[in-house]
């Protein structure tokens, strides 16, 4: 069995059909755009994330200052002290 035709379905007959295009009247209006307070928020918590994910992890400026410091064997004695009185809680 042989099938020559499928009934109704002409593709090239469906490709050549126009349509009309209506005109609408000229609006004076202008375009506007209103964003709720919720959308700001989120916004600026987006632009956030993003700008602290492209942040590096380990802030080498911050690393270099402790190194420093615990090579001073003045303040690592007074550091100990110091975690030692709040440790008893004396102030």
Do not use: C, W
Request: no cysteine; glycine share 4%.
């Amino acid at each position: 069995m042989m099938i020559d035709k499928l009934k109704g379905i002409e593709p090239i007959e469906t490709i050549s059909k126009k349509s009309s295009v209506q005109r609408t009247g000229r609006v004076d209006a202008e375009d506007t755009i209103s964003i709720s307070a919720e959308s700001q928020r989120l916004s600026e918590a987006y632009l956030a994330k993003k700008i602290a994910m492209q942040a590096p992890d380990v802030r080498m400026d911050k690393v270099e200052d402790v190194r420093r410091k615990l090579e001073d064997p003045s303040y690592l004695k007074h550091a100990i002290e110091e975690i030692a009185n709040r440790f008893l809680g004396i102030e």
